[in-house]
């Protein structure tokens, strides 16, 4: 792999630890001290290092466009880089002190091209190492916790992963079926050495998102059940610390603040890493793990105890590690936490660790050629180019794997019998799937989001409702035109004084049958919407339907109404992308005239209108 100018521009060249560190956005902290003027015990500082939602992201590379990866913030990802500041830590904590623990919250082996490859095309199954387990056992870590896209793969898939670390997956609400034991390890013992003292042991358990149950139905149903995150901790704490820790670490795969994006589809929330701390006695620090925040430190206080904990969340991706520093002294000969603190390191200040690069080096290239070879064809080239102002073949391809994904997952609930339809946006204009060959890399191109697939149900005055706001998107003009995009496009409203950006502007299209409108935009906003028809006939106000979104538009992102509220009835946690591709894979050939049909056209005063781009 090659570094481009700005990559290079951006990093820090480090000369040693301390550097790295600094570079790093480390802050060294002062240890407890104590009341002024009292005479205290030796303190002694443990550090825990941690990651979460590493993705299948070893090196800073973005598969889909074949370069190393950047966004706007530009941050770096992949575990290659953790292991720099990983070994700077360690370096600068030195042999005087105890060594650094290394965690890890979960969602580890989904994600990425990588990650894809040695789950379906060369599955790990047939003896391959995991890149993600060879890169975390040669990191050293010291457990991890299972994420809820551990289990998208299904059991055979994540039990041979389980095998091939070097340290234990944890997950103490992930329970039999039947028994209700705990069907990985719940907790782990490390005994870190302390010079000149006894050890210090710490219990580090491992909790997971009780949402599995839901979104992996068909990979665990009557077989593993999901207790809640705070019921499980109420029973495990006291058990870790009767194990004999001196320190409860707990890696949640939980966000902070309390929220479930299935609503009340479970009787446990989906976020509760602040309740569990808040509620459980005995915790001392919380790696936090599913949310994809940056936290560097939040302190709560436990209302049983009155004792404050710790917790962080770095991210995602390997762009930042959580360093957790827990200060403790000895009283009456036991170790106790008088002092905590934790925050995040910036992985874009480092290098890539080179042993971990070399060592996974076949690994990427392989998977880097599997990308940008064949996986199908298609009959004739799909744009993006004119999507936000004509019904195109290549947003209806987006609609069409949507809605027919969401359709074969109702088969056999209440919602089977209902109209299915699927709503996309123009992500790229620059977007297209050539006539011929067809590489993931062009699938992917479409799609160039890393959202999941829900779906709703929504009557027929709420899709109304939907597609006017959607309709905010178009500047209103007069006559046929012909218009030039810009005049149509990007409007500006009050939540967009920049103008509506083309990710906000969603049309929607049926799956058997077709959903028709008509957008007027000589009309004023909120009511452009015309002819709007269902398999020819006029869509009614309590008409029931399920529409296929994203998990962006879903939890508010556009605030675009009715669907943050509408009841959710598929929730699999399966990328979007990820599904076309595997659509174009498993076919072989993709037909626009099986799929593309145009149902929406945009007018003005009642009659066509003409867009140049």
């Known amino acids: 792999m090659t570094e481009n100018s700005q990559t290079v521009a951006r990093r820090t060249v480090i000369g040693g630890a301390a550097a790295a560190l600094t570079a790093a956005g480390f802050q060294a902290v002062p240890s407890y001290a104590g009341p002024q003027g009292a005479q205290q015990p030796k303190t002694v500082r443990l550090s825990v290092l941690g990651t979460t939602d590493l993705h299948g992201n070893v090196f800073n590379w973005d598969y889909f466009k074949n370069a190393e990866y950047d966004d706007t913030a530009h941050n770096d990802i992949g575990l290659a880089k953790i292991s720099t500041l990983v070994s700077a830590y360690r370096k600068q904590v030195g042999r005087h002190s105890p060594a650094p623990l290394m965690l890890d919250a979960g969602d580890t082996i989904q994600g990425t091209p990588l990650a894809y490859y040695f789950a379906k095309i060369q599955p790990i199954t047939g003896g391959h190492v995991h890149p993600m387990a060879a890169a975390m056992n040669a990191i050293g870590y010291d457990a991890a916790a299972l994420g809820n896209h551990e289990f998208n793969y299904g059991l055979d898939i994540l039990r041979k992963f ?61 077989k593993i059940k999901f207790g809640g995150i705070v019921e499980l901790a109420k029973l495990w704490v006291p058990w870790v610390r009767k194990a004999g820790a001196d320190v409860v670490i707990v890696a949640a795969h939980s966000g902070m603040d309390l929220s479930s994006s299935y609503g009340d589809a479970l009787p446990v929330p989906e976020n509760a890493s602040v309740l569990m701390a808040e509620t459980v006695p005995g915790i001392d620090a919380v790696l936090v793990g599913h949310a994809h925040l940056e936290i560097p430190e939040r302190l709560v206080t436990n209302k049983v105890t009155g004792q404050q904990v710790v917790l962080t969340e770095p991210l995602k991706w390997g762009m930042r590690l959580s360093v957790i520093d827990l200060d403790l002294q000895k009283v009456r000969g036991c170790w106790k936490v008088v002092g905590r603190h934790s925050q995040v390191l910036n992985a874009n200040t480092v290098e890539a660790d080179p042993h971990v690069t070399e060592l996974l080096k076949a690994d990427h290239d392989k998977v880097v050629g599997y990308v940008n070879a064949k996986i199908g064809t298609c009959t004739e080239a799909m744009s993006a180019a004119t999507a936000p102002w004509e019904d195109t073949a290549a947003l209806d391809f987006v609609n069409f794997i949507q809605a027919d994904a969401v359709s074969k997952a109702l088969v056999g609930t209440p919602q089977a019998a209902l109209p299915v339809l699927a709503i996309a946006a123009p992500f790229n204009r620059a977007a297209a799937i050539p006539a011929g060959d067809v590489s993931v890399r062009d699938v992917a191109g479409l799609y160039i989001f890393d959202n999941t697939l829900l779906a709703v149900t929504m009557t027929g005055a709420q899709i109304t409702d939907y597609l006017e706001f959607s309709a905010t998107y178009f500047k209103q003009v007069s006559g046929p035109g012909p218009f030039s995009a810009d005049q149509v496009t990007n409007a500006v409203t009050p939540t967009a004084p920049g103008g509506t950006p083309d990710y906000n502007y969603d049309i929607m299209g049926g799956l058997t049958k077709p959903l028709a409108y008509k957008i007027d935009i000589a009309k004023p906003a909120g009511s452009r919407i015309t002819d709007l028809t269902y398999d020819g006939a006029l869509v009614t106000a309590d008409q029931q339907f399920v529409v296929a979104v994203n998990n962006y538009r879903q939890s508010g992102g556009g605030n675009f109404p009715h669907v943050k509220t509408a009841p959710v009835v598929y929730n699999r946690q399966v990328e979007i992308r990820q599904l076309m591709i595997d659509y174009v894979t498993a076919t072989g050939e993709v037909d626009p005239s099986t799929f593309h049909t145009t149902d929406w056209s945009l007018t003005s005063g009642g009659a066509p209108i003409v867009v140049n781009a």
């Not at 609400?173 to 390890?185: E, S």
Request: hydrophobic fraction near 40%; avoid cysteine; glycine fraction near 10%.
């Open 162 to 222: 389980q095998q091939q670390l070097e340290f234990p997956l944890l997950g103490a609400n992930a329970q039999d079926w039947t028994t209700g034991l705990p069907v990985f390890p719940p907790y782990v013992l490390k005994r870190v050495h302390v010079p000149g003292e006894r050890p210090i042991t710490v219990g580090i358990l491992g909790l997971t998102n009780p949402g599995i149950a839901i979104w992996d139905k068909a990979n665990v149903e009557n």
